[in-house]
């Protein structure tokens, strides 16, 4: 398959993952390094996500249908943001102490 058509089976994943962590689904483990309770988007269950295993206990996952599926693109979206909120933080107490 070309990369233009998985890129494009890709992207309704993404963007599904975006929402996840919009309407705030996506719940790291306290203690747990890289893993996260993340909802389904219909509310009607939850999936633990293990970032350094690259698994999630979804359906679609376990079934081999979707790799990666949304809720892991969304765990690593959380983690993301939490990396860029901290890099942006420090930035504005580096700046505040200049």
């Given at each position: ?48 996500v293990d970032l350094e295993a690259e698994t ?43």
């Open positions: 398959m070309r990369f233009k058509e998985r890129l494009l089976g890709f992207l309704p994943r993404l963007e599904k993952a975006q929402a996840l962590l919009a309407q705030g689904k996506v719940h790291p483990v306290l203690g747990k390094e890289g893993l996260f309770v993340v909802e389904s988007q219909e509310g009607k269950g939850r999936y633990l999630c206990t979804c359906p679609a996952f376990a079934q081999g249908r979707t790799r990666p599926c949304k809720h892991l693109i969304a765990a690593v979206l959380h983690e993301y943001e939490g990396k860029k909120a901290l890099r942006e933080r420090e930035r504005v107490a580096v700046q505040a102490v200049a």
